[in-house]
């Protein structure tokens, strides 16, 4: 007890110094517990969800069908300071050929940050309809326009997605989708299967599929770690879907899944 009196007394009028080996210490046990690094970025990571889900909402009132763009690529770009990621892409040229149907693998809660930087300027995303409870980022997927689909009921999510299909046309803009439909992130680089509602809607629209592949994302997050470095993104050719019908569905799928397994094990560092 005379010991804590003693210290107050010493740093009571000038708490300066106490700061300073206060400050020290945090950054000390920060740079060298990896632990308590993935617990700040967490931190700083539903912050910045919070923050850019926000902005989301405000400059919707502006952008309309861009605001997924917009919001989307400032939410990137923060994360990237913030949290210390580096992402490369690969064929972004691919996204500028008009209206699409943009499929992703899905690892992370990361996705979003990545999708950033491989989108189209005019685009909305297939969300499961539950999402839209979640504070800030749910409403922030109402207001960019978001199709929600409730995949416990068959014949509502059909009907979401035909209608979503001649939204698109009628906007010009693309559909963002993860057909895996839930993440799947391994030390290995592997995928789910893929659900058939994006295709669908590609083939029943006639819009060419657009495949675009995250890096594996093992040594960057996973349960108890959060790490900076650098990911690559590749966006792959198109695949059109003219002349194909309802039945074509199912082939489309598994082929689209091969080519993105494979981009995967290819631009995947070989350390993780």
């Known amino acids: ?55 989301g909402i405000i400059i919707s009132l502006y952008y309309g069908i861009e ?21 490369e892409v690969e064929g972004a040229h691919h996204l500028e050929s008009g209206p699409s149907v943009v499929i992703y693998n899905h690892q992370t809660s990361l996705d979003i940050v990545f999708i950033g930087r491989a989108m189209p300027r005019r685009s909305v995303v297939l969300a499961k309809k539950q999402l839209k409870w979640v504070p800030f980022f749910g409403q922030y997927l109402l207001f960019s326009r978001a199709v929600l689909v409730d995949r416990s009921n068959n014949k509502d999510a059909v009907a979401s997605l035909h209608a979503a299909g001649e939204k698109l046309l009628a906007q010009k803009a693309s559909l963002l989708v993860f057909p895996e439909g839930t993440r799947s992130l391994t030390r290995d680089c592997t995928m789910r299967s ?79």
């Open 67 to 87: 605001t997924n763009y917009h919001a989307t690529l400032a939410f990137a770009r923060v994360c990237e300071w913030t949290i210390g990621l580096k992402l």
């Open 1 to 55: 007890m005379a010991f804590v009196d003693h210290l107050y007394n010493k740093y009571s009028k000038n708490p300066l110094p106490a700061y300073i080996v206060g400050a020290t210490a945090a950054l000390v046990f920060f740079y060298n517990s990896s632990r308590c690094r993935a617990y700040v970025r967490f931190l700083l990571y539903a912050i910045t969800i919070i923050l850019c889900s926000t902005w």
């Open 194 to 272: 893929f659900k058939k509602g994006g295709f669908h809607v590609a083939i029943e629209s006639g819009l060419p599929i657009v495949p675009v592949v995250f890096e594996n994302q093992w040594n960057i997050w996973r349960d108890g770690v959060f790490n900076s470095g650098k990911c690559k993104i590749r966006v792959l050719p198109p695949i059109q879907t003219k002349g194909m019908t309802m039945s074509d569905a199912a082939t489309l799928a598994v082929t689209s899944r091969e080519i993105m397994l494979e981009a995967l094990k290819e631009i995947s560092s070989s350390e993780k």
